[in-house]
Nanobody, 125 residues
């Protein structure tokens, strides 16, 4: 059974940085697309960044492009999201998830599964 566990969230001032981690276990992810999503209070869950488990094909939402970097460490079975130049509008619960179909690159939350429990990121102004 696939298990994803996020960590690294917290409270940071605008302009600051955080690195989120997503520890993955349960099976091999080598052919799958991994994603980071976020959900602010009262809003839908939206795509933030995605990458193939191999580390190729990174993709970003326009709102975070140039500020966030997604990466994987296959030896540690961990997905990362480095977040720099944080803004108050980045405040949300951040989730990682794995694509439901192998070799399929997608940005829709409905096509991801095995969601982690989420980690809260709060950016103060």
């Amino acid at each position: 059974q696939v298990q994803l566990v996020e960590s690294g969230g917290g409270l940071v001032q605008a302009g600051g940085s955080l690195r989120l981690s997503c520890a993955a276990s349960g099976r091999t992810f080598s052919s799958y697309f991994m994603g980071w999503f976020r959900q602010a209070p009262g809003k839908e869950r939206v795509f933030v960044a995605g990458i193939r488990w191999s580390g190729s094909s990174p993709a970003y939402a326009d709102s975070v492009k140039g500020r966030f970097t997604i990466s994987t460490d296959n030896d540690k079975n961990t997905l990362y999201l480095q977040m720099n130049s944080l803004k108050p509008e980045d405040t949300a619960i951040y989730y990682c998830a794995v694509g439901l179909r192998s070799y399929y690159r997608t940005y829709s939350p409905s096509e991801f599964g095995s969601w982690g429990q989420g980690t809260q990121v709060t950016v103060s102004s």
